[in-house]
C-alpha cells in the first residue's frame, strides 16, 4: 500500500521539481499544445510567465524573439529554470503578494495552471493588471473546473510515498467574475477536451477525451 503524504504547494514542488517535466501529465500536454498559441507572443515584447516552474513556457517566449522574465515562489523550481534558460531574469515572489515589479512594466502577463493553488485570486489578478502596460494582455490557464470538482490535485510520487498538494476549487464564473473585478476588459475563454493526440501522447489520459481537459482565459487591461 503507497504511503500518502500530503504537503504545503511550495513544499510539494520544491520536492517535484526535478522530476517535474519528467511527470506524464495530461493538462501541461495540453496546456503545452494550446495556451502559448493564444498568448502569441512576439518579438520585442516583455512578458512575465507568473508561476513559471521549470521555465518550459519561457523556452517559447524565448524562441519567440520575446524578452521573459519569470517569477516562481519555490526555490526548486526556479533552480531548474535557471538551468533551462540560463540569460532569463527569474524572480523569486509570491503571486498572491505585491509583484516586486513597476507599474506598466510588461505587454503581457502569462499565468500557467497554477490557478487551482490560488486562494486570494483577487490580488493576482489587481497585481497582474498593474504591472501590465495599457492594452496589455493576460492568458491564464488552469485545470479545468470539472477536474477540480471531480476531487483532481496536483500529485507526484518520490521514493514509494504519494505526494499530494491540495487544490482550492474555482468556478469558471469565479475566475470570469474576479477578472473583471480587477478591471480586465475584452474577457474571453476557452475550453479544451482530450483528445485522440492526448491519450496518444499521454496514455493515461485516454478517459479524459471528449471530457474538458483545460480551461483558458484571456483578458485585455483598458487601453
Known amino acids: 500500500m503507497k ?10 514542488y520544491d520536492l517535484w521539481a526535478e522530476t517535474y517535466d519528467a511527470t506524464p501529465n495530461p493538462v501541461v500536454a495540453m496546456d ?3 495556451t502559448i498559441k493564444l498568448l502569441a507572443p512576439q518579438p520585442g515584447e516583455r512578458i512575465l510567465d507568473a508561476g513559471c516552474g521549470t521555465g518550459r513556457n519561457l523556452k517559447p517566449i524565448l524562441a519567440a524573439q520575446s524578452q521573459p522574465v519569470g517569477m ?7 533552480r531548474v529554470a535557471q538551468r533551462a534558460v540560463r540569460q532569463t531574469p527569474l524572480v523569486r515572489a509570491d503571486l498572491q503578494r505585491d509583484f516586486p515589479f513597476r507599474p506598466t512594466s510588461f505587454d503581457a502577463v ?7 493553488h490560488l486562494a486570494d ?5 489587481r497585481e497582474t493588471r498593474q504591472v501590465l502596460k495599457p492594452g496589455g494582455r493576460f492568458v491564464f490557464s488552469v485545470y479545468h473546473p470539472e477536474l477540480a470538482a471531480a476531487g483532481k490535485e496536483a500529485n507526484f ?9 491540495g487544490a482550492v476549487r474555482h468556478t469558471t464564473d469565479d475566475y ?13 475563454q476557452y475550453e479544451f477536451d482530450g483528445d485522440q493526440e492526448l491519450a496518444e501522447q499521454v496514455p493515461v489520459a485516454a478517459k479524459y477525451i471528449n471530457h474538458p481537459v483545460l480551461l483558458v482565459l484571456e483578458a485585455r487591461t483598458a487601453a
Do not use: W
Open 110 to 116: 502569462l499565468c500557467a495552471l497554477i490557478g487551482e
Open 3 to 12: 504511503k500518502v503524504q500530503r504537503v504545503s504547494v511550495q513544499e510539494g
Open 157 to 165: 510520487d518520490r521514493d514509494d510515498v504519494e505526494y499530494r498538494l
Open 176 to 188: 470570469l467574475n474576479l477578472l473583471a473585478d480587477a478591471g480586465f476588459q475584452q474577457l474571453r
Open 32 to 34: 503545452a499544445r494550446h
Open 72 to 78: 516562481d515562489f519555490s526555490h526548486g523550481m526556479l
Open 121 to 125: 485570486l483577487p490580488t493576482v489578478f
